[in-house]
């Protein structure tokens, strides 16, 4: 009965193998998580740049190596703050405790005259010490952090003071001499400064610590949100507790390092220190930002102030000119940080849509079909469950003659026959329950927006399939999960094919997909024997409906935008699609199977020649969805449309149109039952089902497909 | 009946003022340590209670009380201004200078302030328009304005003198009737001037929606960016006051004291101490004094009894450590509504 498809004489359809578009690269860099990250960056490069322009042998090893010799105290400094502020605190006290750890390894290694491992045990427990009592204060007891930490910075700097004035002659007098102390103070290690590498090991200590540690993912936590973090049953205060003694900590080995290059302190020793690294922190941050513990950023806004410092000075100028522009470069790198935050969602909003030009050819093999010139039979559908199902874009009907549909809610509902009145809950799968179809088992395999591919059994129980496929090549954003599955049918060998309509916009967005008229979509299928999911062919134009031949051997797909249907060939599915039927008057959404050989396809809407040409102008579209409110928008006849009727080889032999008042609207499913014909709509609250004439009456879906080969 | 009884019972029971009595525990303790203070130096210091001394003690703390008031201004909006001392330093810097060459004392304090209001302005458009938190915008405009000072005008220098036989100076720093000095009057002035624009002004409503909720003020439709305009430049303005008299009391503008940052921790102290919280919503001209008092007291009585500064500062911030550990115990945070912003 059903036509041979003559597949090698149809027309090939063209597939991009990759989609390149500057602006969507764009759209695509923005939404990334590093994008934030990216200011500090450009910040540095900019300082770099500079320096390199007015500076002759910056970059030169033997400064390189100097640089690298001072800036392990800051850059410990800045690590110590990064990780206060990570559990949302803050330290003003670093300065203050800097001098003071570097005070008491001086006093141990000169006065006391301990070995240099002990003089490093003391240096780390002054630190500790300073950091427990701001941890005791901020953490334990829950005082306010600046203050508190203002309150230990001042009580320390004093105490340093009255200590490093009576001290001090006794130590610059002293003539001790030790191998280790100098070697840490003055080796170098691999060309670098012992110093550098001790700011190596604790940054990469402190990464691993945020990324990998329990107790690193608690201080984020208690940053981020500290009500959360309790609630989570993370214990808030001693977490706290612990940041601000680690911090202690880290400033302590920083005070150890310098006392041991130095072998003095002076009055303004870490004096002004807390201000240069908090502008480190903040233009690494980007800002104040609590619970993130990006300990690279913050060491590149270190380099950044560090280098922009030491080449200003080294260039000659007076330290209240430095001054006067680092003030002036934090407020600039702040406002476009701030700035960028705020907008950067804007600019992605007016960035994503990325239209092209696109055309999907004249309406053709319609002549004497169109709406104006056939009644509009679907006026005399039956209207079946009215207000008890919410959008139910696909119909399905097992061999019981029982209909099944998914709804807006995300359930699966079950309108049981003969009269179909009543709907009943199958299953709750959430998401956007789309495409069904009836496997060999008698389970639903269900395409659910959002979601991915689900199986649901007659007795309710859901199992996903598959939410992903593979990474295509050349994406900037990684596109493995499955957006919007929309239709599938089922091969012979149990293969699921199912299409993914768009990887680029969510269904409630996808009238933009339309407006963009790129092919963001793509042919999937599952194995449910290997439980693998492959990319059959990527790029194609909003793929909507899918169905299996009559002859089981080629896969018809709905393009929806292009107006077209295209076919497969299951046996050489790389060859890629061919065109069985183009110049649709509107836009096809599923395809089934009819009992006379023939497919049933609907129409989802109408096309219209205003916007048949919008379609060719990209920037009219662009500067539309700019400036115009989307219900102004121009787009398709949604209000109109019907179910084709097409034969075994591919033309239009009737036409099935709702009339302008109803009863039903953009229908996007047609299932044929015992000769009568179920309609889905998207957006209808209810199902039609009209009677068909020239119909087989005792023809039902799944005993023709799986009931004839088994 | 039954529910009308009920009713007219739930009616009768006073509605428990909750937190009325504790909002102000600190201010109160403070008050009290403050005449204990007192007290003790009469006993303790010779020549502490007498009338000379209380002079000295007003004209000393006059600086302090009115810087005080800008910054308990600006925390009671939930914002802070770390380049007070800054803007006190700059605004000494412009009218001595213009002074000093020859302009008229009038026009010089026309200049100061207009400088002093476009920096402020400056500083609430960086918070309120570019939307920088309040503490690293006036931290780097702090930077900014001591380094732009000190590069165009000072070339360099850390000191800016004052010629003290200059009558306008004369007149800052002298008595206006015996008994009463010009920074004393001044302070005052200041004060009354604070509780105008806190209770009086409709910006003062604002101010404290600000701090209380600023979130809630923005959405009710409250002027939240002009009220911090206000705000800024009626701190940059406490700023002029204060530099003027500090810079008339010792013939110099002192550079030093942006960076050694003393000053401001008084200042801070002095806010905090009186009472108010520093999430803003809360306090106002009485706190003020309340801190002041005890600031002004203990700086008198350490130096009578011949403290060095580092003795005095590390006194000070262990009296910080207390009153933030006990402002904690009597007012202790609510752990629901406590966020991380809150430093």
């Known amino acids: ?710 | 009946m039954n529910s009308t009884n009920a009713a007219n019972a739930a009616a009768m029971t006073p509605t428990p003022r909750r937190g009325v009595g504790r909002k102000n525990m600190l201010e109160r303790v403070v008050a009290v340590a403050t005449l204990v203070l007192v007290v003790v130096f009469s006993f303790s210091i010779d020549g502490f209670a007498t009338l000379g001394n209380l002079r000295v003690i007003l004209s000393n703390s006059a600086s302090l009380a009115i810087l005080s008031c800008g910054m308990a201004v600006v925390i009671i909006s939930r914002g802070l201004d770390l380049s007070l001392i800054a803007q006190m330093v700059a605004g000494a810097t412009i009218f001595g200078i213009l002074i000093s060459s020859g302009v008229t004392a009038p026009a010089a304090l026309l200049v100061a302030i207009v400088a002093m209001v476009v920096f402020g302005f400056l500083n609430a458009w960086l918070i309120a328009y570019v939307e920088i938190p309040a503490m690293l915008a006036t931290l780097a405009s702090s930077m900014f304005l001591v380094g732009l000072l000190r590069f165009a005008i000072l070339r360099g220098e850390f000191l800016l003198l004052l010629p003290k036989s200059n009558p306008t100076v004369a007149f800052l720093a002298g008595d206006i009737v015996p008994g009463i000095s010009m920074p004393v009057l001044l302070m005052v002035a200041t004060l009354a001037a604070t509780w105008f624009l806190l209770n009086r002004a409709s910006v003062g409503r604002v101010v404290y929606a600000m701090g209380d909720n600023f979130q809630a003020a923005r959405l009710a439709g409250l002027p939240v960016r002009t009220s911090t305009i206000v705000v800024y430049v009626f701190s940059a303005v406490t700023a002029l006051i204060a530099g003027l008299i500090m810079a008339a009391a010792s013939g110099a503008v002192d550079f030093r004291t942006v960076t050694n940052g003393t000053l401001l921790f008084d200042v801070i102290l002095v806010v905090v101490l009186g009472g108010i919280p520093l999430r803003g919503g809360r306090g106002g001209v009485r706190n003020i004094v309340v801190g002041v008092a005890l600031i002004a007291i203990m700086r008198n009585g350490m130096t009578l009894m011949d403290f060095t500064t580092q003795t005095q500062d590390m006194l000070k911030g262990l009296v910080l450590l207390t009153a933030i550990v006990t402002d904690n115990y009597l007012n202790p945070r609510d752990a629901e509504t406590d966020t991380v912003g809150d430093l």
């Open chain 1, 1 to 710: 009965m059903a036509v041979d498809i003559d597949f090698p004489s149809l027309p090939k359809q063209r597939v991009p193998r990759f989609v390149l578009s500057p602006r969507r690269i764009l759209a695509d860099v923005l939404s990334k998580g590093w994008v934030e990250s990216l200011i500090p960056f450009v910040a540095l490069l900019c300082v770099v740049a500079g320096v390199l322009a007015t500076t002759n042998g910056y970059f030169e090893g033997s400064n390189l190596r100097n640089l690298a010799q001072y800036a392990a105290d800051g850059g410990l400094v800045v690590l110590a703050l990064l990780v206060v502020v990570a559990v949302g605190g803050i330290d003003l006290s670093v300065g203050s405790n800097f001098a003071m750890s570097a005070f008491v390894a001086l006093f141990c290694f000169h006065i006391l005259q301990l070995p240099v491992p002990a003089v490093l045990l003391a240096s780390l427990l002054a630190g500790a010490t300073i950091g427990a009592v701001n941890g005791f204060i901020a953490g334990l007891l829950g005082c306010g952090a600046l203050l508190t930490t203002l309150g230990t910075m001042i009580t320390t700097r004093g105490l340093y003071t009255l200590a490093s004035q009576a001290q001090l002659v006794e130590i610059s007098s002293s003539a001790r001499i030790d191998d280790l102390w100098d070697w840490i103070g003055f080796e170098k290690v691999l060309t670098l400064p012992v110093g550098f590498w001790a700011l190596a090991v604790v940054a990469v200590l402190v990464l691993i610590m945020f990324r990998q540690t329990r107790i690193g993912w608690h201080i984020l936590a208690v940053g981020g949100n500290r009500k959360a973090a309790r609630h989570g049953g993370i214990r808030v205060k001693s977490t706290i507790f612990f940041a601000y003694v680690l911090a202690g900590v880290i400033v302590g080995l920083s005070g150890f390092l310098f006392a041991a290059r130095q072998n003095s302190v002076g009055s303004d020793t870490g004096i002004g220190m807390e201000f240069f690294v908090l502008t480190a922190l903040v233009v690494g941050l980007g800002g104040f930002v609590p619970g993130r513990g990006a300990v690279v950023s913050v060491l590149i806004g270190f380099a950044t102030i560090y280098i922009l410092n030491n080449a200003m000075i080294n260039a000659g100028f007076r330290g209240d000119f430095v001054q006067l522009s680092m003030g002036a470069i934090i407020v600039v790198i702040l406002a476009i940080d701030v700035k960028f935050r705020k907008n950067r969602h804007r600019l992605l909003a007016s960035t994503y849509l990325d239209p092209v030009s696109f055309d999907a050819g004249t309406v053709e093999g319609m002549r004497g079909l169109m709406p104006d010139e056939t009644a509009p039979k679907l006026k005399d559908a039956r209207i079946l469950a009215s207000g008890r199902v919410d959008g139910p874009e696909d119909v399905l009907l097992d061999a019981a003659g029982n209909l099944y549909c998914g709804t807006r809610d995300g359930y699966l509902y079950r309108l049981n026959a003969p009269d179909h009145a009543e709907a009943e809950v199958l299953a709750k799968i959430g998401g956007r329950p789309l495409g069904l179809a009836l496997d060999r088992e008698g389970r639903i395999v269900a395409c659910v927006a959002g979601m991915g591919l689900v199986r649901v059994t007659m007795d309710g129980q859901v199992e996903l399939l598959t939410d992903q496929t593979e990474r295509s090549l050349l994406s900037v954003q990684d596109d493995t999960t499955i957006r919007m599955a929309d239709d599938l049918d089922i091969g012979p060998d149990g293969t699921i094919y199912f299409t993914d309509a768009t990887k680029r916009y969510d269904i409630e967005n996808w009238g933009l997909d339309l407006l963009e008229g790129r092919p963001n979509g793509r042919l999937l299928s599952y194995d449910p024997a290997t439980r693998r999911t492959r990319t059959v062919c990527d790029n194609l134009v909003f793929p909507n409906g899918v169905c299996l031949a009559h002859d089981g051997k080629h896969l018809l797909v709905a393009s929806t935008w292009d107006c077209s249907i295209l076919i497969f060939d299951l046996a050489r599915l790389s060859d890629g699609p061919r065109v069985l039927l183009s110049g649709l008057p509107g836009y096809p959404d599923n395809i089934n199977r009819a009992s006379d050989g023939g497919y049933w396809v609907a129409l989802a809407g109408m096309r219209n020649p205003v916007f048949d040409e919008a379609m060719r102008h990209p920037g009219v579209r662009r500067r539309m969805t700019r400036h115009v409110p989307p219900t102004n928008w121009l787009f398709g006849n949604l209000n109109i449309g019907g179910v084709l009727k097409v034969d075994g080889a591919g033309k239009v032999v009737d036409a099935f149109w709702d009339a302008p008042d109803g009863p039903l609207y953009m229908i996007t499913s047609m299932r044929e039952h015992e000769g009568e014909l179920y309609l889905g709509g998207v957006t209808n609250d209810k199902i039609g089902c009209l009677k068909l004439d020239k119909a087989d009456p005792t023809w039902r879906g799944p005993e023709s497909y799986w009931g004839g080969r088994s």
